[in-house]
């Protein structure tokens, strides 16, 4: 298989599994009774750090574009993708409660996962001298 695929693939995995999770919870409106959509209400209840709606778009977005920038080799969106991993990782620590629908979980955890290989990949294997050029 070619390795720019291999590569590739884990990228789109990781960014349809994330826009997928953003989206889930306007979609799951029409899947799930009152009582379980008063239940995921309290997602994030009791955050210790309360950002501004504008500002969570504002880190969506900025995974797509350093995304599409990895996919690209472009040589700053490996650093600004690592950069980005362990701050939303960091920020998790203060998300509060976290109430989801399984769907959502396994969305998360999902593109977590190719988050995870996608750092381990562009820092520790041959994709590592794509983005020196």
Avoid: C
Avoid at 63 to 83: C, D, E, P, W
Avoid at 120 to 132: A, E, H, N, P
Wanted: charge should be neutral.
């Amino acid at each position: 298989m070619n390795h720019n695929l291999t590569f590739r693939i884990f990228i789109a995995v990781s960014l349809f599994s994330f826009v997928v999770w953003i989206l889930l919870p306007l979609i799951q409106m029409s899947w799930y009774a009152q009582p379980v959509l008063d239940i995921t209400y309290y997602d994030g209840y009791g955050t210790l750090v309360e950002l501004p709606s504008l500002i969570i778009w504002a880190i969506v977005l900025l995974k797509i574009v350093i995304l599409i920038g990895l996919a690209f080799y472009i040589k700053y969106a490996r650093l600004s993708f690592l950069i980005y991993t362990v701050t939303t990782l960091i920020l998790v620590a203060f998300a509060g409660v976290r109430a989801q629908s399984s769907i959502e979980s396994f969305m998360l955890d999902l593109s977590n996962l190719s988050d995870g290989i996608i750092v381990g990949l562009v820092y520790f294997s041959y994709y590592r001298d794509k983005f020196d050029v």
